[in-house]
């Protein structure tokens, strides 16, 4: 098997990268119209982005139960009515966020001329229906009090009003603000049947969400709630704005006038002028419960604490007992003890706590506040276990669990995890078998309990131990011991902070170290606190504190594309020999064997024409999430990412249905929401008369290889490419400019009078500045092939190609003004009373480049220039 010879030295996060703003997807009830105004102003006015939420609004599919895809996790949050108390009821972990319209504008409609202007002269009489119940539900509840049968046609479209004009039915389902706009266009009479008149007042839109996406994301959903009401708010002050924005960006299906018509029915059912926007009444809600139940759609109680998202977050909250807060007012100071020198994890600096631990303290005294949680500091980590042996400290925020410290500690269940990794010097290759290297010497922190599990699973060990993880690495770089083994983080943490170029992560153990939190054993109450105290703690909380101090540097080496192909080629063998040879049951066994270690181990699907998959293999649904009964028979668009762009699945249509083979990196979309990357194969499948009729996907899951990648080619602060990816990048990027005919185009720009600003605003606002301006050259990047860069310090680089040099220019002068109209104030600036920039712009034929330095060089005169001429201005 094939190692890469040169180590890629690279800074990844441990766990998934934090991205600026988070994805997060909004499935609507229906299609895009004035209905859903406030999410659309929430958006294009940047609320959301304020709130660092990144929003994708996605319209209806009607073949789709659009609650079912909240459920799922395919949708973060979506648009209902009060037919979740129905979903509530049978056991679904639905959650009302806010309600929108205090009133429900779901009614019936007829033409005056057919005489029924009532529920009652509807029994028997034909009714185009929606196809799921999810919708309509305050006429289906209004004709089962009233005992009412009409004939239901589900069939329901965006035309069924025309069937009632074609008198194919006699009433049709409407919205007050939508199919009555149609029949007063046309000049007919027609009656409205609400069910509000006969004593079903429900909500209408409502905002709901999932218990899961509540659990792990609070604060998410919490700022998604108050920017959708910010939203609202703004879109009913400025009507005529919304409906400009809708007709022009997404959706020309309603005309302006329609759009209006729209805005004002609206109004009447969301009341923002009697109620505040997003008032929940839970007398009324218990009032339209208790409906359903008289109706024998509900046999329940309805749980409030899990059914509203503020009564959710209260129960979530920690509920301690008479007992605990005895023990709490008996024990007002708590005192911890740490391992003072296992950074990241914990460490002292500067006399003070520091690393992941010291976060989760900062939780912990959030969580008891009566209490005053202080440091007992000790000088080693066997001091720390020694204190708490001799209840000197009450507690140890992080520890592995170990027979032997139950005799002193009560542990906690488990929050963080860790692989064992293996540090060498540069020179040594990757290592795939721990058990080949167990006759070396391989240094051990001592009293690290979890040190016993690896000298019991390889008893012939040659161990070194040493004091700490910062002896062990320097005795391999003194070539004392040939390997160093410890949790990851912290070999990476230290190889990155003292033996950066000297040492580097050459394997990983199949094991995972379990970390928990050990209280004195005299302190079981404590120890019954703090579970409720971690159990209290969010996804998003733990996973913030672990991104902002998990880093590493990794070789890797095995090449799993050539596995998986060899694989696919045996299985092809194998089947041909089949086909020849059917009679030979052995054949068959091995067959079988064979598919099911494709099964069970490469990523595989198969997909008709249409793209509904057909066949995915079992690791192909543990890395999806999904069950093989939830994928056959759906669209593969179901596991697609929203953030792949479109213009690639044209290109891999193209190519396949060209009889192509196509390849390359796909990111996906797990079922609870997460991403992953892989590398894919994908073949069109022919059937005998050389016709496509679908085609097959091989893949590779790449997802810590592309982490891994991106954090080596992003700037950490701005999350915008580094001087690294310039680097690598810039030559590729002449040559696309020869293979296009366009001219190639460098900017360098700086920021004017920075070091002032630093100077008088301090460096946190500065740093605030870079990621705004950072944020803002990327959004003005429009095509994939631009890229844009932080070089360093305050100085940005923008590759772009060209028709001309009179675009070149006017694109700069662009980038120039929407800097200064940022309006970040900056009252130290001889240039402006704003952040601005100087700018200098290189653009020339691709075929007269011969160096990087020549072009950064001539870019970087014209820089200097623009500052000589008075800043805040582009140099050609």
């Known amino acids: 098997m094939k190692t890469i010879s040169k180590t890629i030295i690279i800074y990844f996060f441990l766990l998934s990268i934090l991205n600026a703003n988070d994805k997060v997807i909004l499935q609507l009830k229906w299609f895009h119209q004035f209905q859903f105004a406030g999410y659309y102003m929430a958006k294009e006015k940047g609320f959301y982005q304020d709130v660092g939420l990144d929003v994708i609004i996605r319209q209806r599919e009607s073949d789709k139960n659009n609650i079912k895809q909240v459920i799922s996790g395919e949708a973060n949050y979506g648009i209902s009515d009060s037919i979740l108390m129905l979903y509530k009821a049978k056991g679904e972990p639905v959650v009302v966020i806010a309600p929108i319209f205090q009133h429900s504008p779901s009614v019936l409609m007829t033409l005056k001329q057919s005489g029924i202007d009532t529920p009652y002269k509807l029994n028997n009489k034909k009714m185009v229906f929606y196809e799921d119940d999810t919708d309509g539900f305050s006429i289906l509840a209004m004709l089962k009090k009233l005992n009412i049968n009409p004939i239901f046609i589900r069939k329901r479209g965006k035309g069924d009003y025309l069937k009632l004009i ?26 409205i049947i609400n069910p509000a008149h006969y004593g079903f007042d429900l909500y209408g839109d409502i905002l709901f969400t999932s218990e899961n996406e509540i659990k792990n994301y609070p604060f998410r959903t919490k700022k998604f709630k108050e920017a959708s009401l910010k939203g609202w708010e703004y879109a009913l002050d400025n009507i005529e704005e919304t409906i400009e924005l809708i007709y022009k960006k997404y959706s020309k299906n309603k005309s302006k006038e329609h759009l209006r018509h729209e805005a004002n029915a609206l109004k009447d059912m969301i009341v923002k002028n009697s109620v505040p926007l997003g008032t929940l009444d839970k007398g009324r809600v218990q009032y339209i419960y208790n409906m359903y139940r008289s109706l024998g759609l509900i046999n329940k109680d309805l749980d409030f604490e899990n059914f509203i998202f503020d009564e959710f977050q209260d129960k979530h909250k920690i509920i ?30 500067k006399n003070k706590h520091t690393g992941i631990t010291a976060d989760f303290i900062k939780i912990f005294k959030e969580k008891l506040p009566n209490n005053k949680i202080v440091l007992h500091k000790t000088n080693t980590w066997t001091e720390s276990l020694d204190s708490i042996r001799k209840k000197q400290c009450d507690f140890i925020p992080l520890l592995y669990h170990s027979k032997q410290r139950e005799e002193y500690i009560f542990f906690t269940k488990d929050y963080i995890k860790a692989s064992l990794v293996i540090a060498t010097k540069l020179n040594e290759p990757f290592i795939n078998d721990f058990s080949k290297i167990i006759k070396k010497k391989i240094a051990l922190s001592k009293n690290y309990a979890y040190i016993n599990v690896i000298k019991d699973k390889y008893p012939n060990l040659n161990i070194v131990e040493v004091d700490n993880i910062k002896q062990g690495l320097l005795k391999v770089k003194n070539e004392e011991v040939f390997a160093f083994l410890g949790l990851l983080p912290s070999v990476a943490y230290h190889i990155q902070k003292e033996f950066f170029g000297e040492l580097k992560i050459t394997g990983k153990l199949n094991e995972e170290v379990p970390l928990s939190l050990g209280i004195n054993k005299e302190s079981k109450q404590l120890s019954l606190i703090f579970e409720k105290v971690l159990n209290s703690i969010s996804k998003e909380e733990l996973e913030q504190i672990l991104n902002s101090w998990l880093l590493v540097k990794y070789q890797d080496s095995i090449d799993y594309k050539t596995i998986f192909l060899t694989i696919v080629v045996f299985t092809i063998i194998i089947c041909l020999i089949l086909y020849k040879n059917m009679t030979f049951k052995k054949l068959n066994k091995k067959l079988n064997a064979y598919l099911n270690i494709i099964d069970k181990n490469v990523l595989t699907t198969t997909t008709d024409k249409m793209g509904n998959i057909t066949y995915v293999s079992e690791a192909f649904c543990n890395l999806s999430q ?28 193209k190519t396949i ?21 892989v590398f894919a194969t994908i073949s069109p499948l022919f059937n005998s008369k050389g ?3 679908g085609y097959t996907s091989i893949r590779e899951d790449i997802t810590d290889k592309k982490r891994i990648e991106e954090i080596s080619i992003k700037d950490g602060l701005t999350n915008i490419y580094n001087r690294r990816f310039f680097n690598d990048t810039f030559f590729k990027f002449v040559n696309s400019c020869k293979r296009s005919g366009e001219l190639f185009a460098f900017i360098i720009l700086d920021i004017d009078y920075f070091k002032q600003y630093n100077d008088n605003y301090g460096h946190q606002k500065g740093d605030e500045v870079l990621i705004n301006l950072a944020k803002y050259l990327d959004n003005n990047l429009k095509r994939s092939s631009d890229y844009c860069f932080r070089l360093g ?3 940005f680089g923008v590759l772009f190609s060209t028709k001309s040099k009179e675009k070149a220019i006017k694109f700069t002068n662009k980038l120039c003004k929407g800097i200064e109209n940022l309006a970040i104030k900056h009252e130290h600036s001889n240039a402006s009373s704003y952040i601005t920039a100087s700018f200098g712009i290189c653009c020339v034929e691709p075929s007269c480049i011969n160096s990087i330095n020549e072009i950064y060089k001539k870019a970087d005169e014209k820089l200097y220039e623009a500052k000589a001429q008075g800043r805040n201005r582009v140099v050609f």
């Open 793 to 795: 310090g305050e100085e």
């Open 691 to 693: 016709e496509i009729i």
């Open 166 to 191: 074609n008198k194919e039915v006699e009433a049709s389902p409407a919205y007050l603000s939508n199919e009555p706009y149609y029949l007063k266009k046309k000049g007919l009479e027609f009656n």
């Open 626 to 653: 999904y069950s093989k009964d939830e994928l056959i028979g759906k669209k593969y668009s179901l596991v697609k990412h929203e953030g792949m762009k479109e213009e690639l699945f044209k290109k891999i249509q």
């Open 320 to 349: 301690l007992t008479k007992k605990d807060k005895k023990y709490l007012d008996e024990n007002r100071v708590l005192k911890y003890c740490i391992d003072p020198s296992w950074m990241p994890f914990e460490g002292i600096n």
């Open 657 to 677: 249905n060209s009889g192509e083979i196509w390849k390359g990196e796909l990111k996906n979309r797990k079922k609870n929401g997460d991403c992953y990357w």
